[in-house]
Structure formats: structure tokens, C-alpha cells
């Protein structure tokens, strides 16, 4: 809780915890794989660590490299460190693994030419980010081992979507330990020191900790997949190999990492940015009628910050409503050339169109699979996504329902455009804007004017 109490005391002034926080249970990070491709790595016995699928996501000969050309480049997917703690706690094992260190993590070495160059390497072979790790499980269990072979996870996260599952996965997944070390995230039980907490409550705190650390409810952690604070429990299914993971794992075989101070986490996050991988992206924004009021005014301005926090080499184009059809704001281009002009333009917009949705949904995966076509033949890697803002049904299209739906890629595979859709207002074809983001593996979302701007930040951690 170091990093909580240096937080606390650079606001307040004061110590938030001053007494031993004792570790509850224990629940690692690691990787989850599907079992098959674990096993050709040489899962249980041999150990997997970070440089290995670093190594195998980089090599043009994928799975090939390792006897199964059939299964063909690695993918690999992870949740974003500012927004998820196996994130953060992943990517910050990256840069111990990188520097061969357990403990003592510093801002400097963060940021240090090694530890740049390997997150780097992992960013420009990931397919796929999410802000949660259960939804990013939920992505991988429903589209099968064709469209992600690995993500990070953790221990418990992993098991239970083997449980939740069940026949329906095509292989069981298997929880991967780094092999040069990981976070045990220890949840550990603190009780606060501040004006708010009574005498009372401490002492309450202090008898439900008592509890939580008894036997009797050590021995529940297991079942829930979590693994005991002491090794005097012994582990049993669902923490067992025939489930998916390696009981024999512990401490001594796989080092516990040292949780780095509040600014080597910073600069964790900070290189992440500086290394992800760059994104297309698509807005497509409603401006008929019906956006009048205060609809189109916290549209365009939830756009624009969209538009300036892109980094400045994710590329970034806008679809509007004019008349009956569809068109191009502008050229678009790289966000650091075009994002200011853009922006501007955005902000002159009038709600004054019909809604063409059909139209503009086709219109923006066109564009978007002519430029993949482009980066493919330029050998550029790129994230490609479509953000679909709407607060109506459609009024305009020369396409039907049905040909619209036709424009929309499989979803089966990863490398294809995400779309994103919002349904603004309760006039939305929600429905419909539920469909398209399903079938994408994008994310649908429906908000009022006052959410617009959550939802563009949430958006803008997936690409």
C-alpha cells in the first residue's frame, strides 16, 4: 500500500495506513492460453515467459516456428494499464522481465532504451485492447482460439471462464505463469487511519479481519479460485492442472514482483502510450434534425476531445450527414496534422440533415477497408475502428437493413475493423446499433447527452 500512502500524504499531508496491511488471499497475473498452443510452448513443464511470446508474436513464421503452421501468426491481446490492475500489473512485469529484476523499480529505468524497445515490440503485435479483463475473457471464450491465442489475465479470471463456459469453448484456456516473475496480488486488508473512521469501526474492522484470515475461510479460497495466504491449505480442484492451471507454482518457483512506487507506475502507463499501437478511426456523427439542442452541442464537443487526445500518428477521419447522404468532413489524416482543422470544422457543424445510418455505416467500413489495404501493402500495423454516434432511426439510405448488415465484416477475425456504435438519446435504433457492435466485436453503448464524454474516454481506451 506504499503507492496509496505517497498518493495520501502528497494531498493531505498525513499517513493513510501507518499499520501492516496482512495479504487476505493470493491471485496472480499471468497469461491465458488456449490449451492446445500453451502445450506446443511446452506448458506445464516447460516455463513460458514474456521474451517467449514476444519472440513468437514477432516471428513472420508464427505458430509455424513451433511445429503448428495451421494456427498462423500469434495474436495477442491485453487491458489497458490505465484503466485495468492486471494491465498495469502486466505491463510493469514487462519491465521487470526486461531489466531481470524482482523489486526496486524506478521511473528512470521505465523509461530506459530496453524497456522501451520491449513494450514496443509487444504493442505492435497486439490485437485487441480492453478496459476490463472479464470482458476482454469474454471476447476471446466467444470468438474461439481463430481469433485471440492469448491474453493477459489472471489466475482466477482465467479458471472461471473454463467454469462459466464450459462446452461451449472450442479448447479450455489455461492460466500461463511469466516465468521470470509476476504479481501475487496479495488484496490486502488495511484499515484506514483518518477523521471519518471511528473507534468503532477500527475495532470492527480489526474482528472481520480476524475472521477473513481463519482457517475456515482460508479454505473457502480455493473454491472461489484464489489461492491461500498460507501453504499450509493445500490446493485442490479448481486450482489443479486437469482445470487449467499449475498448483505446483508458487513463490519460490515463480518470483513475486515488488509493487513499484506511484512514478515507475506512471511511467509504465506513460511508455505504454508512447508505444501502442496507432489506430484508424472513423467518427461517424449524426447531425440531422433531431441532434438540435443540447444533443448536438455535447456531440461536438465529446468529438473534438476525442479527436485532440488521439496521439499524433493515429489517423483519424469524420463522416457526416448532409442532405440525404454521407459525407467526408475534410480529408482526415494523421491526428497531429489534421486533428486542429478538424476540430474546428466540428465544431460549425448544424443538426440540419435526414439520417442516411445504412448509408454511413457502409461508407465508413469502405473507407476503412480501402485504408488497411493501403497499410498492408505498406507493411504499416495499425488498429482500425468505426465510432457510429446515432439518435435515430434511418430516414435516407439508398441500402436496406439487410444491405447494410451485408457491408459489415464477419467478426471473425481479429485484424478486422471494430465498430463502436452509441445510441444517443431514446429515439436510437438501439436494437440495430447493438447488432453492428456485436457483430464487429466493438462496444455498444446508449447515453444521454451529460454521458457522451465517459463514453468517448472508454472508446478511446480500446483503440
Avoid at 422 to 450: H, M, Q, V
Wanted: hydrophobic share 40%; glycine share 6%.
Amino acid at each position: 500500500m506504499a503507492g496509496a500512502n505517497e498518493v495520501w500524504r502528497d494531498r493531505t499531508g498525513r499517513m493513510l495506513i501507518s499499520q501492516d496491511c496482512p495479504t487476505t488471499v493470493f491471485a496472480p497475473s499471468g497469461f491465458a492460453m488456449w490449451r492446445p498452443m500453451a502445450e506446443a510452448l511446452g506448458w506445464p513443464d516447460k516455463p513460458i515467459s514474456w521474451d517467449d511470446l514476444v519472440d513468437l508474436s514477432a516471428n513472420p513464421d508464427g505458430w509455424a516456428s513451433v511445429g503448428h503452421p495451421e494456427w498462423g501468426q500469434f495474436k495477442f491481446g491485453h487491458t489497458h494499464p490505465a484503466y485495468s490492475n492486471v494491465g498495469l500489473q502486466m505491463m510493469t512485469a514487462l519491465a521487470y522481465s526486461t531489466l531481470g529484476t524482482t523489486s526496486g523499480l524506478t521511473a528512470d529505468q521505465v523509461y530506459s532504451d530496453s524497456v522501451v524497445e520491449a513494450f514496443h515490440r509487444v504493442e505492435l503485435n497486439t490485437y485487441h485492447y480492453g478496459i476490463q479483463n472479464q470482458t476482454l475473457m469474454a471476447v476471446m471464450a466467444n470468438r474461439g482460439p481463430t481469433y485471440l491465442h492469448a491474453i493477459t489475465s489472471s489466475e482466477a479470471e482465467t479458471l472461471k471462464t473454463n467454469a462459466d463456459y464450459g462446452d461451449q469453448l472450442r479448447f479450455p484456456l489455461v492460466f500461463i505463469f511469466p516465468a521470470e516473475g509476476t504479481f501475487w496480488s496479495e488484496h490486502p486488508y488495511c484499515i484506514l487511519e483518518t477523521d471519518w473512521v471511528s473507534d468503532e469501526q477500527t475495532e470492527a474492522a480489526k474482528i472481520f479481519r480476524d475472521y477473513l484470515l481463519a482457517p475456515e475461510q482460508q479454505a473457502l479460497a480455493v473454491d472461489n479460485y484464489l489461492r491461500p495466504r498460507t501453504s499450509s491449505i493445500a490446493l485442490h480442484a479448481p486450482l489443479s492442472l486437469e482445470n487449467g492451471t499449475d498448483p505446483r507454482v508458487t513463490t519460490d518457483t515463480v518470483p513475486a514482483y515488488e509493487s513499484p512506487p506511484a512514478d515507475a507506475a506512471e511511467a509504465v502507463k506513460d511508455v505504454f502510450y508512447q508505444t501502442k499501437k496507432k489506430a484508424t478511426i472513423v467518427l461517424v456523427l449524426d447531425t440531422s434534425g433531431s441532434m438540435e439542442g443540447d444533443k448536438i452541442k455535447n456531440a461536438i464537443a465529446s468529438s473534438v476531445n476525442f479527436v485532440e487526445r488521439l496521439a499524433p500518428d493515429d489517423k483519424v477521419y469524420v463522416l457526416i450527414y448532409q442532405g440525404d447522404g454521407v459525407i467526408m468532413l475534410d480529408e482526415g489524416g494523421r491526428a497531429g496534422e489534421v486533428g486542429e482543422s478538424l476540430a474546428q470544422r466540428m465544431r460549425g457543424l448544424l443538426a440540419d440533415s435526414n439520417t442516411p445510418l445504412y448509408d454511413s455505416v457502409c461508407e465508413a467500413i469502405n473507407l476503412t477497408d480501402q485504408f488497411q489495404a493501403e497499410d498492408q501493402a505498406n507493411e504499416e500495423k495499425r488498429l482500425y475502428g468505426i465510432v457510429l454516434l446515432s439518435d435515430g432511426l434511418d430516414t435516407s439510405s439508398v441500402r436496406s437493413e439487410n444491405q447494410m448488415l451485408g457491408c459489415l465484416p464477419s467478426g471473425e477475425s481479429v485484424e478486422s475493423v471494430k465498430i463502436f456504435t452509441i445510441a444517443y438519446g431514446e429515439g436510437a435504433d438501439s436494437d440495430l446499433l447493438l447488432r453492428i457492435a456485436n457483430r464487429t466485436n466493438g462496444k455498444f453503448f446508449s447515453a444521454d447527452p451529460a454521458q457522451i464524454e465517459k463514453i468517448y474516454n472508454a472508446i478511446s481506451a480500446e483503440q
